[in-house]
C-alpha cells in the first residue's frame, strides 16, 4: 500500500546531484518485471530500481513494515498499491518521496502521464526500511543528507 507520497526536491537538485535521466547504477541491464538492489554508499540507504514490477509484497519473514523511497530516475512508471488508481496519485517525478507499506501488494506500471520515448524504462529511487511509518521530517532528512552527501562527493571528483 503507498501510505505517503509528496513531492519534495526539486528535479533539478537532483540532477545537479548526478542522478539525470542516464542514471544507472546496476552492472547490467534490468530484466522486465525484475527488482534490484544495491547499496548506495550511504548508511543504510539502498538503490532500488526497476523495468516495471509485478504484484507483489515483501517477504513476510522481514520485519520491518515500511520502506521510503526518494525516486531519482523515472522513465514513465509508477509504485503504486495494486486497488489504488494511479490517476488519484500525482505522477513520481524525481524529487517525489513515498512511503510503502512493504507487506501489502504493490507493483510498479507504466504511467502515460510521464511520456517517454525511453525503452526500456526504468523506475529508481533510494530506499531507506522502517518499522513503523516514519513522520515527512525524519524522511525528508535523510533524503536531504543523502543528496548532500553525493553532491559533496561529486564536487571534489576529478573533472574528466
Not at 7 to 29: A, C, H, M, Q, V
Request: contains cysteine.
Amino acid at each position: 500500500m503507498l501510505a505517503d507520497q509528496w513531492k519534495e526536491f526539486d528535479k533539478e537538485l537532483i540532477r545537479e546531484t548526478g542522478f539525470n535521466e542516464e542514471f544507472y547504477p546496476f552492472s547490467y541491464s534490468l530484466p522486465l518485471f525484475k527488482i534490484e538492489k544495491k547499496w548506495s554508499g550511504f548508511g543504510t540507504v539502498d538503490y532500488v530500481g526497476c523495468n516495471q514490477a509485478r504484484k507483489h509484497r515483501d517477504s513476510i519473514s522481514y520485519p520491518k513494515e515500511y520502506y521510503a523511497f526518494l525516486v531519482l530516475r523515472n522513465d514513465g512508471l509508477i509504485a503504486k498499491e495494486i486497488n489504488q488508481s494511479r490517476l488519484e496519485l500525482p505522477p513520481q517525478l524525481p524529487g517525489t518521496i513515498i512511503i510503502l507499506k512493504r507487506h501489502c501488494f504493490h507493483h510498479v506500471i507504466k504511467d502515460e502521464r510521464l511520456r517517454t520515448r525511453l525503452y526500456p524504462r526504468f523506475w529508481i529511487g533510494v530506499g531507506q526500511v522502517f518499522d513503523v511509518k516514519p513522520d515527512k521530517l525524519e524522511v525528508v532528512q535523510l533524503f536531504q543528507q543523502f543528496l548532500s552527501h553525493y553532491k559533496a562527493k561529486r564536487a571534489i571528483a576529478p573533472k574528466d
